[in-house]
């Protein structure tokens, strides 16, 4: 592996895990073509931090789902660990964002019928994972967010902050190739980020799982080993100039809305 990154979206060297070339996405928009993403290319050597920030509304999450299979780009080409996703079929696609993916959203979707490492389990047990074998990876993982004796709780149970640690946890059952975290400590008060953001960079520094986190969360991204600003559809290396301060969405975009499955 190699600690450079990127050179105006060419990778430099090391294996690559990630790479966009001039991914694009718009959204119409009654009348309108919103054009979100226009060609952005990037190329990240595996097991590296990254950190993406950029204004509310610059397409954050539309990039992340992009990467994760979640959501499709209108023109471009994207390679995670070697295979080209944007190329797979959807039943492919699926399988490529249950196994190969790990997410991190701002809500932690646990199931709320479920304790902390039934939560953990799930993933890898469904995957095809001897019960006893998930259970023992869920019950590592657990205790690596320091969650060792909470594992029998259910979501209404555990603090924000520990549900947050236990979707981190989560995030790595199934050895993925890649974790994406959208805006992880969104909902969560300084203390609580903070800790949740140390967990997620040492979990994947431990595993060595190539990380890409987007925040509005200056902490959270100064701990990133790279950082890149989506601005105007564009992947810009670095963080946001300084004179910008913090971006718009930091006030516009409160955490609001409610988790749609399972969430308590
Ligand atoms: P960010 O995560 O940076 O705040 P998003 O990626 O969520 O931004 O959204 C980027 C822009 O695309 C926003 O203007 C948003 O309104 C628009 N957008 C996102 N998803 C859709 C969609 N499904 N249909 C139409 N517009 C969308
Ligand atoms: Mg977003």
Redesign the pocket.
């Known amino acids: 592996m190699s600690d450079s990154v990127v050179d105006s979206g060419v990778p430099v060297g090391g294996r690559v895990t990630v790479r966009a070339d001039e991914v694009v996405k718009n959204?119409?928009?009654g009348n309108d073509t919103?054009r979100?993403l226009r060609g952005v290319s990037f190329g990240i050597p595996a097991g590296v931090s990254v950190a993406i920030t950029?204004?509310?509304?610059?397409?954050?999450?539309?990039?992340l789902?992009i990467l994760g299979g979640l959501d499709r780009c209108d023109g471009g080409k994207v390679f995670v660990a070697g295979e080209e996703i944007t190329a797979l079929p959807e039943k492919a696609l699926a399988a490529y964002r249950s196994r190969k993916v790990g997410f991190v959203f701002q809500f932690h979707y646990l199931l709320k019928d479920f304790t902390a490492l039934e939560n953990v389990m799930l993933p890898s047990y469904i995957a095809g994972m001897k019960k006893r074998d998930a259970l023992d990876r869920a019950r590592a993982l657990l205790s690596d967010v320091k969650l060792d004796d909470r594992v029998g709780h259910y979501p209404s149970q555990l603090s924000g902050g520990e549900r947050q640690r236990v979707a981190v946890a989560r995030s790595m059952v199934n050895d993925p190739d890649i974790v994406l975290a959208?805006e992880p400590t969104g909902n969560l008060d300084p203390d609580n980020s903070a800790i949740v953001a140390e967990l997620l960079f040492a979990g994947a520094e431990k595993w060595g799982k190539t990380l890409l986190v987007?925040t509005h969360d200056e902490n959270l991204a100064g701990r990133a080993s790279a950082r890149y600003t989506?601005e105007k559809g564009q992947l810009l290396e670095g963080p946001p100039p300084a004179s910008s301060g913090l971006p718009d969405?930091a006030l516009a975009?409160p955490p609001g809305g409610k988790p749609e499955d399972g969430g308590v």
């Open positions: 959204f119409v928009s919103l979100i950029g204004r509310s509304g610059s397409g954050k999450s539309t990039l789902n959208d987007v989506l969405g975009c």
